[in-house]
């Protein structure tokens, strides 16, 4: 494809969706309020970045075409979706609520309340009456002023989405779920909403899947946690999309003075995913930490873009991003931690370690460090390598084949990352799929 072929085709995308725009405008019912203006904002600023490009520092390690080159049209109405079709997406004896949402449209009848403490919400954002939208400053608040144009898009053109509000020093014992489901075609905008308020405690697992194959299917989620002065989150991001299935997801979190955050990333299927995320220590004595694990086969894209701004002093982040890959599959972790020159005393650790399952797969590993205070102990590294042979043979002179070794090692590999979902019905789900998942890696072969 030729420069002038590949400058134009984003553009002529972005135009259509500047058009698909107008016409979601009159599907909806009233056009005032804080939101809608939110949404023009959203829409005026993909008319202004555009969609990237190549030619994009943040995606110079990779080739946007999937996600721009081609058309999604807004869906416009939720596909059907059965219990059973949801059974398997969530965690067996986890009790706590669930918000179902199919095609970024929430479905009530496959959702439960689950009992919650006084004071604590969990809706959706589509049942919050006007004065109550009215107060929710942060949905794209910060995201809008980042160069992420699918960010904007999503919130260009979302409908509904999962609201969760914990008011100071309340706690929620059980997690909360959020599933996503995609049931056709075209560009979906699921949407999420968490406010910590202080001293409170909350569990989320948000799990984005998707019916069939999800040729033709463009999944842009925003998710925007607010952690509020001494509150505890844990967050999990879970992306089970059909094989052929394009995603464009942004997470954004803010947190306040002696928050305590962790999120877990699980990239397990997808034809292309990028997943951009940056966290805010906005706060003295906070301490943040951002898990991944991602892992493509065939001829699957993964990439990973992080930013951990660290704007205060006396804080600690750590990362570890891990990446499992075979057949032609492709990785990318490109991970930022920008010190500012008020952060004092700071202490962040970022590690991203990557295994290769075949010699086609291809993985590229940029960690940085952008430091601008003088009193910080900071340290990054990068290791990407195959299984070890050693390990190999204590095994099969064990009497262990060649398949179950290779199974095992490469499950103790992931399963670092597994053991540290803290909550246990939630870490044997994740390790049920992580299983699965590896397997499938290790089998090699095209995706189905």
Not at 262 to 268: D, G, W
Not at 289 to 312: C, M, Q, S
């Given at each position: 494809?030729?420069?002038?072929?590949?400058?134009?085709?984003?553009?002529?995308?972005?135009?259509?969706?500047?058009?698909?725009?107008?016409?979601?405008?009159?599907?909806?019912?009233?056009?005032?309020?804080?939101?809608?203006?939110?949404?023009?904002?959203?829409?005026?600023?993909?008319?202004?970045?555009?969609?990237?490009?190549?030619?994009?520092e943040?995606?110079?390690?990779t080739?946007?075409?999937?996600?721009?080159h081609?058309?999604?049209?807004?869906?416009?109405?939720?596909?059907?979706?059965?219990?059973?079709?949801?059974?398997?997406?969530?965690?067996?004896?986890v009790?706590?609520?669930?918000?179902?949402?199919?095609?970024?449209?929430y479905?009530?009848?496959?959702?439960?309340?689950?009992?919650?403490?006084?004071?604590?919400?969990?809706?959706?954002?589509?049942?919050?009456?006007?004065?109550?939208?009215?107060?929710?400053?942060?949905?794209?608040?910060?995201?809008?002023?980042?160069?992420?144009?699918?960010?904007?898009?999503?919130?260009?053109?979302?409908?509904?989405?999962?609201?969760?509000?914990?008011?100071?020093?309340?706690?929620?014992?059980?997690?909360?779920?959020?599933?996503?489901?995609?049931?056709?075609?075209?560009?979906?905008?699921?949407?999420?909403?968490?406010?910590?308020?202080?001293?409170?405690?909350?569990?989320?697992?948000?799990?984005?899947?998707?019916?069939?194959?999800?040729?033709?299917?463009?999944?842009?989620?925003?998710?925007?946690i607010?952690?509020?002065?001494?509150?505890?989150?844990?967050?999990?991001?879970?992306?089970?999309?059909?094989?052929?299935?394009?995603?464009?997801?942004?997470l954004?979190?803010?947190?306040?003075?002696?928050?305590?955050?962790?999120?877990?990333?699980?990239?397990?299927?997808?034809?292309?995913?990028?997943?951009?995320?940056?966290?805010?220590?906005?706060?003295?004595?906070?301490?943040?930490?951002?898990?991944?694990?991602?892992?493509?086969?065939?001829?699957?894209?993964?990439?990973?873009?992080?930013?951990?701004?660290?704007?205060?002093?006396?804080?600690?982040?750590?990362?570890?991003?891990?990446g499992?890959?075979g057949?032609?599959?492709?990785?990318?972790?490109?991970?930022?931690?920008?010190?500012?020159?008020?952060?004092?005393?700071t202490?962040?650790?970022?590690?991203?370690?990557?295994?290769?399952?075949?010699?086609?797969?291809?993985?590229?590993s940029?960690?940085?460090?952008?430091?601008?205070?003088d009193?910080?102990?900071?340290?990054?590294?990068?290791?990407?390598?195959?299984?070890?042979?050693?390990?190999?043979?204590?095994?099969?002179?064990?009497?262990?084949?060649?398949?179950?070794?290779?199974?095992?090692?490469?499950?103790?590999?992931a399963?670092?990352?597994?053991?540290?979902?803290?909550?246990?019905?939630?870490?044997?789900?994740?390790?049920?799929?992580?299983?699965?998942?590896?397997?499938?890696?290790?089998?090699?072969?095209e995706?189905?």
């Amino acid at each position: 494809m030729s420069a002038e072929e590949n400058r134009r085709g984003p553009e002529a995308v972005r135009d259509r969706y500047l058009a698909a725009f107008e016409g979601f405008e009159r599907s909806l019912n009233g056009g005032a309020g804080r939101l809608h203006a939110r949404r023009r904002e959203a829409i005026a600023r993909v008319a202004d970045i555009g969609l990237p490009t190549s030619r994009y520092e943040a995606w110079s390690h990779t080739n946007p075409a999937p996600l721009t080159h081609t058309f999604f049209a807004p869906v416009a109405e939720p596909g059907p979706l059965t219990a059973a079709e949801v059974r398997p997406l969530l965690a067996d004896g986890v009790d706590g609520a669930v918000l179902v949402f199919v095609d970024g449209c929430y479905v009530p009848d496959l959702s439960r309340a689950g009992a919650l403490p006084a004071g604590v919400q969990v809706r959706s954002l589509g049942d919050l009456g006007p004065e109550e939208w009215e107060g929710l400053d942060d949905l794209g608040a910060h995201t809008l002023d980042l160069d992420e144009s699918f960010a904007a898009l999503s919130t260009a053109f979302v409908r509904d989405g999962a609201f969760i509000s914990v008011p100071g020093g309340a706690a929620l014992d059980t997690p909360v779920q959020v599933l996503h489901v995609a049931s056709g075609q075209g560009l979906t905008t699921p949407r999420t909403l968490v406010a910590a308020g202080a001293g409170s405690q909350v569990t989320v697992i948000e799990t984005f899947a998707g019916t069939g194959a999800g040729a033709g299917r463009l999944v842009a989620p925003v998710t925007e946690i607010s952690v509020g002065p001494g509150a505890g989150v844990e967050y999990g991001r879970v992306h089970l999309h059909g094989e052929a299935a394009c995603h464009a997801g942004t997470l954004h979190v803010k947190e306040a003075g002696e928050a305590r955050f962790t999120a877990h990333t699980l990239c397990l299927t997808g034809r292309a995913v990028r997943e951009d995320v940056t966290t805010v220590l906005d706060g003295e004595g906070i301490d943040s930490t951002l898990n991944g694990l991602f892992l493509p086969r065939a001829r699957e894209l993964v990439d990973n873009y992080t930013t951990i701004e660290h704007a205060a002093p006396n804080c600690s982040s750590h990362e570890l991003y891990k990446g499992i890959l075979g057949g032609r599959a492709q990785g990318v972790f490109r991970g930022k931690i920008h010190v500012h020159r008020v952060a004092q005393k700071t202490d962040a650790f970022q590690s991203n370690q990557n295994l290769l399952l075949s010699d086609d797969a291809q993985v590229t590993s940029k960690p940085q460090l952008e430091i601008y205070a003088d009193d910080v102990r900071c340290s990054h590294g990068s290791t990407t390598g195959q299984l070890d042979a050693a390990a190999l043979f204590y095994l099969r002179s064990r009497g262990v084949g060649l398949a179950e070794a290779r199974r095992v090692l490469t499950r103790a590999f992931a399963g670092e990352l597994v053991e540290r979902v803290t909550h246990d019905g939630l870490r044997a789900h994740v390790e049920g799929l992580v299983s699965r998942r590896v397997d499938a890696v290790l089998a090699g072969g095209e995706a189905a």
